[in-house]
């Protein structure tokens, strides 16, 4: 299904928001609030009061570990100090004593054997390093932000003292890039945790990160896993935090699980390769899609939450995205993501170099693939979800209606039931 014009196919593939007749193009999320620019982005009191003050109370994403009264001095703060750009160095350090002061108060608690509660507050800490480097952090080709790329050094040691803490253990590990080619790197991060105390090859999920959230923001999701068996392996995408993928060349994610793939493969015991799903989120649904098409034979399954893939990547959506619900601007983070120099830059030519309809991704037989997100999602169009039923392979999705990116909060009663049934119609290596 694709947006509604007249006529229609003069749009595909396009770059402007009109067709042939010169009529406006119609997003399902409709003109009203695809044309808006929404409240929060008046400044950081307009942020914190409008948007992320409701979710900080109730521990919801991306405030999730977290709890409300670490957060409420640090904004009352940058709302006095009239600090609103999310991007300045000045926002991020008001975030690190509060942090300093949780693991320090986690450190105290471990020394004293109360691994739980010493847990509970390294996480908290991790959420506040979290929201001080949002929106985006990158190192490929160069670390995009100093401050920004210090608090995530400081979230990752924290998160690895939580993670030694608990039953299933978190593992570091530094994959060979065995298909490393042109500016790829040579190592890819990835934390894997897996049942402790059982016998492996285990079921695994191979879960794929977004733009903002990275592999110490899935404690919540890498437990569910746990619990039913299952083993994880976290992996950051191109363009985002430390993914040694060139993030200029739109096949080097294709290269990047190969490599993954291959490696774990050769850990004998430890994965079911006949097991094997992945599970995008938000920016990583675009690679769960391309895994899906271009892996199909190495995974069981995959689900796209939230992905972009084509119209996501149209000149008349990235006009408007900068306004829409995602906290800061979207797309200078999008353009440094994807390798190109300047907004402009990328708002002219992504389409064409990395859309999976433009570069015939979707033409291809994919794997079993789950397409989830809001009807009304502002980040990444409902129309890519749909957009992927004219071509290749049956898929299958739950669209929910009225909500935004992801399809949050009833998205997950969708996405767990589906992954057990098809874990459960694969015989495995056992």
Not at 384 to 389: A, E, Q, R, Y
Request: proline letters at 6%; a neutral charge; one cysteine or more.
């Amino acid at each position: 299904m694709s947006p509604h014009t007249v006529p229609t196919q003069k749009n595909i593939g396009g770059i402007s928001g009109v067709d042939g007749t010169g009529q406006q193009r119609e997003w399902l999320m409709g003109r009203e609030a695809f044309e808006a620019t929404m409240p929060h982005h008046e400044g950081i009191k307009a942020l914190w009061e409008t948007k992320w003050k409701f979710p900080c109370t109730k521990s919801l994403y991306p405030f999730h570990d977290g709890q409300f009264s670490d957060f409420e001095p640090i904004f009352q703060s940058l709302i006095a100090r009239n600090v609103n750009d999310g991007t300045s160095a000045e926002y991020t350090s008001a975030f690190l004593s509060t942090a300093n002061s949780l693991e320090k108060q986690a450190d105290e608690l471990l020394s004293q054997g109360n691994k739980q509660k010493a847990s509970e507050l390294y996480l908290r800490a991790c959420t506040v390093l979290r929201i001080a480097r949002f929106p985006y952090i990158a190192s490929f080709p160069e670390i995009t932000d100093k401050t920004k790329w210090e608090a995530w050094e400081q979230q990752k040691k924290i998160y690895m003292k939580a993670g030694k803490t608990w039953e299933s253990p978190v593992e570091e590990v530094v994959v060979p890039h065995s298909q490393a080619k042109g500016r790829d790197r040579k190592g890819i991060p990835v934390y894997v945790r897996a049942p402790n105390g059982k016998q492996g090859p285990f079921p695994t999920v191979v879960l794929m990160t977004g733009l903002d959230g990275y592999r110490p923001d899935n404690t919540v999701r890498c437990d569910e896993f746990l619990s039913r068996g299952w083993a994880s392996v976290v992996v950051e995408i191109p363009g985002t935090a430390d993914c040694p993928a060139d993030s200029a060349d739109p096949e080097s994610p294709d290269r990047l699980w190969t490599s993954l793939l291959d490696w774990m493969a050769a850990e004998k015991g430890r994965f079911d390769m006949k097991k094997v799903m992945v599970w995008g989120l938000s920016s990583g649904g675009y690679y769960a899609v391309r895994i899906a098409h271009t892996h199909r034979e190495r995974i069981i399954g995959s689900i796209a939450q939230g992905a972009g893939v084509h119209y996501f990547y149209d000149r008349d959506w990235l006009e408007r995205a900068d306004g829409h619900e995602y906290p800061f601007k979207l797309t200078p983070a999008m353009a440094h993501k994807h390798g190109f120099g300047s907004v402009e830059e990328y708002k002219k030519g992504v389409q064409k170099k990395f859309s999976l309809l433009e570069t015939g991704i979707l033409k291809k037989e994919s794997a079993r693939l789950l397409l989830i997100n809001g009807t009304l999602d502002g980040l990444m169009p409902i129309e890519d979800s749909m957009l992927l039923f004219e071509h290749g392979s049956p898929k299958e999705a739950r669209f929910f209606t009225g909500a935004l990116h992801m399809g949050y909060p009833m998205a997950n009663s969708s996405v767990y039931p589906w992954m057990e049934s098809v874990m459960d119609s694969v015989q495995g290596s056992k």
